[in-house]
């Protein structure tokens, strides 16, 4: 059965140079890429292949890890579209290995939408990333309207993933210890999953898939808390105003990837909240890689049918992306 992972991450030495030296780029999660994930993140070649072949996934949807470029302000514009010509190039070289969701200079609302456009065209991305907020401004506010109305004209997802907290939230909730247990509790640990569950809370609230009832986001790591609260998310619809329940827009907006959480109880839970034909598989490569054909076997070991298997394996992200169009026979001049 074929397998596709939606959530593979990638970090050029380009954006790593700039997360270094561009003032205010660093938020904290720099440290978080050392040794063997640092030189697994910039490698696309070879040695993936070789650990994606060891696991046994067919394909990589390749993203930019985070903080995207959000903290890159206008450097971020001309930095997209040399992070995702790389990515494009990347996938035309092994086009039956590898697909791509396109970074974006979300600080730039007009360009954001331009090279959204751009990447799907031209490049055959798949969709976009997006990172939650913009410094204080979150996923809801109006800097990413045109993303929102791009993606959803182009009809290609939008993968919500992680971002550390604000320092105010970091310092009220996840400080207090020492710096590495600070940072992993306010990360990986769990302020990345909390953050990137409000963000989608927040652009529910907001009425943007009122505006764009055909728009489609992806949440990872089972949904990033807010499937397993939906029964109180639901009471929102209280003072919502919103023209569906909160529950609808969960069933008809989202969908859910594992994010490298094996587990069978979260697949269990996450199919009970939107169904079989919105879950998609991934790994979180490199940073829940595991030897042992780890993601092969978790698939294999499931006890869903197996229709349901390959609609998980690799089915519903091909329907999900079948608006994209296909990689470019050859990447335009100037990439």
Known sequence: MKIIAIEEHA??????????????ADDGTLGLNPGILGSRLADLGEQRLALMDETGVDVQVLSLTTPGLNNLGHHAVDLARRVNDLLAETVASKPSRFQALAVLPSTSPDAAAQELKRCVDELGCKGAILYGRVRERNLDHAIFEPTFACAAEL??????????????????????????????LSTFGLGWHYEAGIQFVRVVLAGVFDRHPNLQMILGH??????????????????????RPFVDYVRNNLYLTASGM?????????????????????????????P???????????????????????????????NSGSQPDAIPSGA
């Open 292 to 322: 042992g054909g780890d993601a092969r076997r978790f698939i294999e070991d499931l006890t869903l049918g197996s229709a349901d298997k390959a609609r998980f394996a690799h089915e519903n992200w091909e329907r999900l992306t079948r």
């Open 155 to 184: 009809g290609v997802p939008l993968l919500i993933h992680p971002q550390i907290p604000q320092a105010s939230v970091r310092n009220a909730y996840y400080a207090g210890f020492s710096t590495p247990i600070d940072l992993a």
């Open 262 to 290: 094996f587990s069978p109880a979260y697949l269990q839970q996450a199919i009970g909240a939107v169904g079989p034909d919105r879950i998609l598989f991934s790994t979180d490569y490199p940073y829940q890689y595991r």
């Open 11 to 24: 970090l050029p030495d380009e954006v790593q140079h700039a997360w270094n030296t561009i003032p205010g």
């Open 222 to 243: 089972w949904g990033e808390v807010v499937i397993f609260y939906l029964e109180r998310l639901a009471m929102l619809d209280r003072v919502s105003g919103l023209q």
